[in-house]
C-alpha cells in the first residue's frame, strides 16, 4: 500500500483526495495547509494527519509520495525538497514559473531515483486519448496544423490573489490556458522551435494576462494557435481542431471527440465522459501508482513539463519583443 501525502490541502487537493479513495493500492495518510481549521476541515472529511508545515509532512514516514497542489511559485522548493526526502512526486502543472526551476526539479528527482509526474491531465482525460489513439492507428498521416483554445471565466470561485501577479506564477496562460498549449503540443507529438504571441490583461485588474494568443512552429513543419481568453463574463469553450494529411479531428471537452472525412465530423465512440476531470484524476493516480510498484515509467515526465514551461518563457519574450522567439 502506497502512503500518500498531499502538500496544498485546498480546491484541487481535495479532488485529488477524492480520486485517491478509488484507487487500489494507495491511501492517503497525511495533508498539509497552513490555514489550521481549513485543514482540520480536510482531514475529517477525508482522512489522514494534518500538517501546518509540509516539511513535516516529508519526515511522516508513512508517506511514501507527495502530490503537490500549492500555488505555483512554491513548486520547486517543495519538489525539490520531497526528492531529496526519497518521496514519488505528483507535481500539478505549472511544473514550475520557469525552466530552469523545472531543471532543478527533474535533476533533484533524478539526484534521489524517485519518480516525478507532473499534472498535465489531458493525458488521461478520455477526449484526448481517443484522439491520441486515432492518431496512433495511422490512417490520418502527421498532424500539420492545430488550433486548441480555452475560454472561460477568470474569476470563478477558487480564484486567489496569488493567480493575479507574474512574481506568483499566476495569469490566465499558466494556471489555465496551458491545459490547451499542452494538448496541442501533446497532439502534434513534435518538438517547438519557436512562439510569437500576443498576451494581455482585457477584463480584470490585475498584473497578469487574462488573454493571450499563441502562435507555434514545430520541427517538422507543423504549425499550431493557442487561444488562452479568462473572460468576465459569457460562456465557457475548451476545445481543439487537428487537420491531419488525411482527415481532421474535433475534440471537445464536453462533447467527445469526432473525426473529420468526405466533409463530415463522425462522432468516436466512447469519447465522451460527464465529470471527465475526476475520471482524468482517477486515471493519474493509477497510472502513478503503476509507475512506482511496477518501476515503470511515468506517463508526462519532468522533461516534458519543463518543455511547455519553456514555451510559456518564449511566449512571454515574443509578447515583450514583438517578435518570434526561439525556445531557450
Known amino acids: 500500500m502506497i502512503g500518500i501525502g498531499i502538500i496544498g490541502a485546498g480546491h484541487f487537493g481535495a479532488a485529488h483526495a477524492r480520486a485517491i479513495e478509488k484507487i487500489d493500492g494507495v491511501r492517503l495518510v497525511a495533508a498539509c495547509r497552513n490555514d489550521e481549521s481549513a485543514l482540520g476541515a480536510f482531514t475529517a472529511e477525508h482522512g489522514g494527519r494534518g500538517y501546518r508545515d509540509w516539511r513535516a509532512l516529508i519526515e511522516d514516514k508513512d508517506v511514501d509520495a507527495v502530490v503537490i497542489t500549492?500555488?505555483?511559485?512554491?513548486?520547486?522548493?517543495?519538489?525539490?525538497?520531497?526528492?531529496?526526502?526519497?518521496?514519488?512526486?505528483?507535481?500539478?502543472?505549472?511544473?514550475?514559473?520557469?525552466?530552469?526551476?523545472?531543471?532543478?526539479?527533474?535533476?533533484?528527482?533524478?539526484?534521489?531515483?524517485?519518480?516525478?509526474?507532473v499534472g498535465h491531465l489531458m493525458h488521461f482525460s478520455r477526449p484526448c486519448m481517443t484522439a491520441k489513439e486515432a492518431l496512433a492507428e495511422g490512417s490520418?498521416?502527421?498532424?500539420?496544423?492545430?488550433?486548441?483554445?480555452?475560454?472561460?471565466?477568470?474569476?470563478?470561485?477558487?480564484?486567489?490573489?496569488?493567480?493575479?501577479?507574474?512574481?506568483?506564477?499566476?495569469?490566465?496562460?499558466?494556471?489555465?490556458?496551458?491545459?490547451?498549449?499542452?494538448?496541442?503540443v501533446w497532439l502534434m507529438d513534435d518538438d517547438v522551435v519557436s512562439v510569437g504571441a500576443m498576451l494581455g490583461v482585457k477584463f480584470h485588474d490585475q498584473e497578469a494576462d487574462d488573454a493571450s494568443m499563441l502562435s507555434l512552429r514545430f520541427a517538422g513543419g507543423g504549425i499550431g494557435q493557442v487561444q488562452s481568453v479568462g473572460y468576465r463574463d459569457g460562456a465557457v469553450s475548451f476545445a481543439m481542431d487537428l487537420v491531419c494529411e488525411h482527415g481532421t479531428l474535433r475534440i471537445d471537452m464536453d462533447r467527445g471527440t469526432s473525426l473529420g472525412?468526405?466533409?463530415?465530423?463522425?462522432?468516436?465512440?466512447?469519447?465522451?465522459?460527464?465529470n471527465w476531470m475526476h475520471n482524468a484524476v482517477i486515471r493519474e493516480w493509477a497510472h502513478m501508482r503503476d509507475a512506482i510498484l511496477n518501476d515503470a515509467p511515468v506517463t508526462v515526465t519532468g522533461d516534458y513539463g519543463r518543455r511547455i514551461i519553456a514555451i510559456i518563457e518564449a511566449a512571454y519574450r515574443s509578447n515583450e519583443s514583438r517578435r518570434e522567439e526561439e525556445l531557450a
Open 261 to 274: 472525412r468526405g466533409t463530415r465530423l463522425t462522432d468516436l465512440p466512447d469519447s465522451f465522459e460527464p
Open 140 to 184: 490520418l498521416g502527421r498532424p500539420l496544423i492545430a488550433s486548441s483554445w480555452m475560454i472561460k471565466l477568470w474569476m470563478e470561485q477558487n480564484r486567489q490573489d496569488w493567480h493575479l501577479s507574474y512574481g506568483t506564477g499566476g495569469g490566465m496562460l499558466m494556471t489555465a490556458g496551458i491545459h490547451a498549449l499542452d494538448r496541442l
Open 70 to 117: 500549492t500555488p505555483h511559485h512554491l513548486h520547486t522548493e517543495m519538489a525539490i525538497g520531497a526528492a531529496q526526502a526519497g518521496k514519488h512526486i505528483l507535481l500539478e502543472k505549472p511544473m514550475a514559473p520557469t525552466a530552469a526551476a523545472c531543471d532543478a526539479i527533474n535533476a533533484a528527482a533524478a539526484a534521489n531515483g524517485v519518480k516525478l509526474m
